[in-house]
């Protein structure tokens, strides 16, 4: 593995504990706190710019000597436990884990896909991924910045690949069981079937609000008409039986 470039951040003791850290946070420092195995915790607070530049190089994976104020050596430390603002998405505290640089530590690494997966280039499926992080263990210095997981194999629906199956450098040891699945290909969502439009009612045959309110009326039946002496002729039939 390439040796990493050393990152240094700079910080002073913080006095301003609680609610009143948000005075801080107007004026671009942001609140933090240095803690780890045998350390004494200590509030801290650096420059939020500062912060961000250092975090986007180093993410959670890597170690930043942070220099704080008064001290003559600099804390060899990782980035942990960032809290971010819902709205601005902008930091609003972060843990520094002092770490002992010969003692392994557990932390999370990010999963990169590479490659390109023939079943959602000729869109047989579509590729989900399950787990974009996994655990592992090793020295500070040797944590990887990100684990690299090929998905050109995946060509059918059903197809995946696993925790097994990443390149990992022989100085990391994976936590996370290797039948873990991290990505693989689903079945493309079914398409709704569209009902065909209403047809509409021209506007002359549509009834009128009254008529509409209106109960239905029944059906007549047309009288049968009768013929003179039709009514005599039947009596006299019934009288004769």
Same mark, same amino acid.
């Given at each position: 593995?390439?040796?990493?470039?050393?990152?240094?951040? @700079?910080? &002073?003791? !913080?006095?301003?504990?609680?609610?009143? $850290?948000? @005075?801080?946070?107007?004026?671009?420092?942001?609140?933090? =706190?240095?803690?780890?195995?045998?350390?004494?915790?200590? $509030?801290? /607070?650096?420059?939020?710019?500062? +912060?961000?530049? $250092? +975090?986007?190089?180093?993410?959670?994976?890597?170690?930043?000597?942070?220099?704080?104020?008064?001290?003559? @050596?600099?804390?060899?430390?990782? %980035?942990? =436990? %960032?809290?971010?603002?819902?709205?601005?998405?902008?930091?609003?505290? *972060?843990? +520094?884990? /002092?770490?002992?640089?010969?003692?392994?530590?557990?932390? #999370?690494?990010?999963?990169?896909?590479?490659?390109?997966?023939?079943?959602?280039?000729?869109?047989?499926?579509?590729?989900? /991924?399950?787990?974009?992080?996994?655990?592992?263990?090793?020295?500070?210095?040797?944590?990887?910045?990100?684990?690299?997981?090929?998905?050109?194999?995946?060509?059918?629906?059903? =197809? *995946?690949?696993?925790?097994?199956?990443?390149?990992?450098?022989?100085?990391?040891?994976?936590?996370?069981?290797?039948?873990? %699945?991290?990505?693989?290909?689903?079945?493309?969502?079914?398409?709704?079937?569209?009902?065909?439009? #209403?047809?509409?009612?021209?506007?002359? &045959?549509?009834?009128?609000?009254?008529?509409?309110?209106?109960?239905?009326? #029944?059906?007549? @039946?047309?009288?049968?008409?009768?013929?003179?002496?039709? !009514?005599?002729?039947?009596?006299?039939?019934?009288?004769?039986?």
């Amino acid at each position: 593995m390439a040796k990493k470039d050393e990152l240094k951040l @700079t910080a &002073e003791k !913080r006095t301003i504990l609680g609610r009143k $850290a948000k @005075t801080l946070r107007r004026e671009g420092v942001l609140p933090a =706190n240095i803690y780890g195995k045998k350390v004494k915790s200590l $509030a801290v /607070q650096t420059d939020l710019k500062s +912060f961000l530049a $250092a +975090f986007k190089k180093t993410g959670e994976t890597s170690v930043v000597k942070l220099k704080v104020k008064g001290e003559k @050596t600099p804390r060899p430390v990782l %980035i942990h =436990n %960032i809290q971010f603002d819902p709205v601005s998405d902008q930091p609003l505290h *972060a843990d +520094f884990y /002092q770490v002992d640089l010969k003692v392994k530590v557990t932390t #999370e690494v990010p999963i990169e896909l590479v490659g390109e997966s023939p079943a959602t280039k000729e869109k047989i499926g579509i590729l989900i /991924q399950p787990l974009t992080d996994v655990e592992v263990e090793a020295l500070p210095t040797e944590l990887p910045d990100k684990l690299e997981l090929d998905i050109s194999s995946l060509k059918e629906v059903g =197809n *995946a690949v696993a925790v097994v199956d990443l390149k990992i450098p022989k100085e990391v040891k994976v936590l996370t069981p290797e039948k873990e %699945i991290l990505a693989k290909i689903e079945p493309l969502a079914k398409e709704e079937v569209a009902l065909p439009p #209403e047809e509409e009612v021209p506007e002359e &045959e549509k009834p009128s609000e009254e008529e509409a309110k209106a109960p239905p009326e #029944e059906a007549k @039946t047309p009288l049968k008409e009768e013929k003179p002496g039709e !009514r005599e002729l039947g009596k006299e039939k019934t009288e004769k039986k």
